[in-house]
């Protein structure tokens, strides 16, 4: 989460959808294209020349259940062909289902809300925003977000070989690089599961952890949205096979929207096949809530890859944290927002992934350059994980006294770290480097912080499948039971292919198209 002083009166705005913690430096996100330049390539073979694929604009917007309905924009033209653009009411009114047809993209100008806050106590299902397998949503303005308010629901259920894509207009105008981001906002799904640090006046967690009245309003817009309850198990809807790409767009100093925020999330919600291309912040963050989510791909994110804080209790399974060369913060970020003494703690159990950082973070936070990054209030518990940073150290943890300082299990994670020893990890505030390593447990449970990495790509090699998997049903049900570690087993395990895209950063096969380009179905 990247920082900021002074913006807000109170914590951290969470439409800036940024953490505020104490000490850390704000880590620049910028937006649109930047232009690295690089050593000339050696001469490769003509390929053989194929058509390009044209698209044909479709010839008008379909008629949908909301009263506003769409707005025809004309048509976009790009190298691809040209595209039919139907433009999203502000507020979507009544469950509305945006059907997949040949040549039509749909376009946010700006928010795009589905329902109005149902409040705290409601137990309403509101509107039910449908999106069908294939479809393509742009943010045709930076501050274009989708805002799923309280007491609605998203139905975004693609399928390994049509996924829905949230966007940016310069990847529909073909006008993208690698290094292409902070183009839109994001997807921000707000729910009625508990939460703490409030930060609208007037309400609490009550004491012994339990759910009161906290709720925190995402900040950012005239019209400002609240999230946070009493219902774990509140149910927000279902994202399945989904890319959100070029997001994070930034509001102001420190202040960024990321791809994908779940803000008070319950676990009634189904996360699923999600994943973030270059947000210009986090690839996802967890404001609070009770949020199980399994296969989850972040490649490229310039801040963190995963963020979560505010009391989250969190399961993730299958997890892929794939970051540009020399950008990024931390792989994984996890604490309570700089806010020790709220209560519930954050409890998080990540399994089975593989967390890559191939050089060193030019953003990098983390006093000691640590890729794994956990503060206090938060009990994480990792297992069946690889993490591959060779430029930097292992993990960094602030023991910020007491109680409050974090604590962390792991269970058959395997490290290829910058240092030896001790000097793989970083204590801060109460710990030290030589505590940290302690909590790590090097050699108990399958751990070992000094592994020679023989991954391809994000692929294990033999020493990454010379270490066993912790039972993982030991610790939750949620969890589906592996012999393994790491989130990708062998060449013939490709959960990720198809509903992918691919980049200069990850590729995932010839069945994923290109991050630069709109699929052609």
Known sequence: MKNFHGLFLVGCSAIALA???????ASPGTGGNVVINQPTPAPTPTPTATAAPTVTAAAGCPTIADPTGLTDAGTVTSSQGSWRVCTLPSRITASTTLPKIAGLLYSMNGRVDVGTDAGFNSTSTGVTLTIEPGVILFGNTGTSWLAVNRGNRINATGTATAPIIFTSRDNVLGLNGETSQGQWGGVVLMGRAPITDCTVPGTAVASGGT???????????????????????????????????????????GSEL??????????????????????????????GGTVNMKHYVAVGADDDSLDMDTGVQANLQYVLLLQRAGQGDALMELDSNGNESNTPRQKSIIANFTAIQTATSSNNESNGQAALFFRGNSDITLANGIVNTPANQCIRMNGSGGANSATLTARAVAMTCSGTGDDRFVGTGAYTAAQVAGFFGSGANGNNAGLTST??????????????????????????????????????????????CNSGAANFGATSTSCTLLPIT
């Not at 019209?223 to 309850?229: C, H, L, N, T």
């Open 19 to 25: 953490g505020c913690g104490p000490t850390d430096i």
């Open 211 to 253: 759910a009161s009245t906290c709720e925190r309003e995402t900040e950012g817009s005239s019209d400002p949205a609240r999230f946070g309850g009493a219902n774990s198990a509140d149910n927000s809807g279902t994202m399945k096979y989904v890319q959100i790409r070029y997001s994070g767009f930034v509001l102001g100093a």
């Open 258 to 287: 990321q791809a994908l925020t779940l803000e008070g999330v319950g676990s009634g919600t189904q996360l699923d096949y999600i994943q973030s291309y270059n947000s210009s912040d986090d690839g996802a963050e967890f404001f």
């Open 455 to 500: 991954l391809t790509g994000y692929v294990n090699g033999a020493n990454e499948n010379g270490i066993a998997g912790f039972d993982l049903t030991t610790l939750s049900s949620f969890f589906t039971a592996t012999t393994y570690i790491g989130a990708v087993k062998d060449s013939t395990d490709t959960w990720y292919a198809g509903w992918t």
